[in-house]
């Protein structure tokens, strides 16, 4: 089950983001631009896969989204929590111990074969399900398997990152005109504070990193990646 102890939020946000810090999963390669689910080139990318390999990091994570969500959502709110295919699907399962609840997975598309399925695990008709996600950035992931959720009868009014880019300012609106709250631990706000304190980045990828935050889609089709995104 989860800690009882209710770290406070600016706290858990600031250690996520040294985390993430201490195990390399910060990238910076404005030459040579990540390619992003969204279609978008990006100088950045943070890898929160790696989350999963450190034990001791991995627990207080889990320790933290649930202390999110208790606090946010409140503690008699899900029935189910789904991880979206593939990284949410270790975090949907550690979070679904430490909340003592079910859990099932989304893929990203229908199977193909067998039973096709897209949604794996029992979900009973009407579940109220919280959706976790490793990393959101324009949404149009979570809303994809949210969208999923619901088709096949299920009830997301919730979704946790555990870690939201936080740079489109209309993403969290869409996510509330869909009738979704969506909850996260740290941002690219929180990553960088850190970086500027232990000076982890040299000022010219200080700058640069903050140029690409700033103005993400511009930066994006000024290197070959999309400059709009798609309508959700
Ligand atoms: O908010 P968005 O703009 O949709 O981007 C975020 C998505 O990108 C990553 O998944 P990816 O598609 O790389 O697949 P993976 O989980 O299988 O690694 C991440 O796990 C989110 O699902
Ligand atoms: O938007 C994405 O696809 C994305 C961004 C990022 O920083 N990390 C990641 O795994 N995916």
């Known amino acids: 089950m989860f800690s009882n102890a209710f770290t406070d939020k600016a706290l858990m946000a600031e250690l996520v983001a040294k985390m993430l810090w201490e195990i390399k999963a910060v990238h910076f390669r404005a030459d040579e631009p990540y390619r992003l689910a969204s279609g978008m080139a990006s100088p950045v990318y943070i890898d929160c896969r790696k989350l999963i390999s450190y034990p001791r990091i991995r627990s207080a994570v889990m320790d933290f989204a649930a202390a999110t969500i208790l606090r946010e959502a409140g503690f008699e709110q899900f029935d189910v929590v789904a991880g979206g295919e593939t990284a949410g699907i270790p975090f949907a399962a550690m979070l679904a111990e430490r909340l003592g609840l079910p859990m099932i997975y989304v893929r990203k598309a229908p199977k193909g074969h067998g039973r096709n399925a897209q949604i794996e695990g029992h979900m009973p008709e009407g579940a109220r399900v919280l959706v976790i996600e490793d990393l959101t950035t324009a949404g149009g992931s979570m809303f994809k398997f949210i969208d999923a959720i619901r088709a096949a ?18 993403a969290r609106g869409n996510m509330k005109s869909k009738g979704v709250d969506l909850h996260y631990i740290a941002t690219w706000r929180n990553v960088l504070a850190v970086a500027r304190e232990l000076a982890l980045f040299d000022e010219k990828t200080l700058n640069e990193v903050e140029a690409f935050l700033n103005a993400p889609l511009d930066w994006s089709g000024r290197n070959g990646g999309v400059s709009a995104l798609a309508v959700q």
């Open 153 to 170: 009868g299920g009830v997301v009014e919730h979704g946790i990152a555990l870690f939201y880019y936080d740079i489109f300012p209309e």
